[in-house]
């Protein structure tokens, strides 16, 4: 159980039997009464976002989340595919639910996905997954201004900006949470 105090950006917690992620959070203590926190909610589920103040002694429950390692399998048109581990069930997330991920993911990338109430609701991807080039233009030589980059497209569709010097065709490190290059991938 949570109390008022405890609120801070990126806690979970449970109201009215959903789960809600704190995205912004702001103290105020005004001169007369209760100290407030005004903070900005997103449910975990359904993706909205709204505004709430709670005062000083409010109570909030834990929501009831839990992470499995799965392994995504394919994208069938409506919904993603994945499969635990250890257990070989399938569950399926709809596009919603993966959100950007979807620009990182590839066929066997094992992620974990976050569970409320044996319900899927979203996915956590590793910090760095390697994709391939499929589209890029070809250097010019002689092209050597500091820090200049150009756009790659990825085995995804994902568009990433990358130095002069990589090709298409090779494989690249991708951070999933900036969506930036990293280093090239020697095989």
Known sequence: ??????????????????????????FVKPGKGQALY?????????????????RSGDKFNEPNLEEQ????????GDAYCFMNTSTYAQEFLTENQVSEAKDFLKENTVCD???????PIGITLPNFVELKITESEPWAKGDTA?????????ETGYVVQVPPFVN?????RVDTRSGEYVE???E
Do not use: H, W
Not at 4 to 26: C, M, N, W, Y
Not at 113 to 119: A, G, M, N
């Open 1 to 26: 159980m949570y109390e008022s105090s405890d609120l801070r950006k990126g806690l979970k917690v449970e109201i009215d039997g959903e789960p809600f992620v704190i995205t912004q959070f702001q």
């Open 38 to 54: 005004k903070c900005r909610l997103k449910n975990m589920v359904t993706g909205t976002q709204f505004d709430q103040t709670f």
């Open 69 to 76: 390692e799965m392994e995504y399998l394919y994208y069938d």
């Open 113 to 119: 996905v976050l569970f409320f109430e044996s319900t």
């Open 146 to 154: 500091a820090g200049s980059t150009k756009p790659a497209t990825l």
């Open 168 to 172: 298409e065709g090779e494989v690249i």
């Open 184 to 186: 090239r991938v020697k």
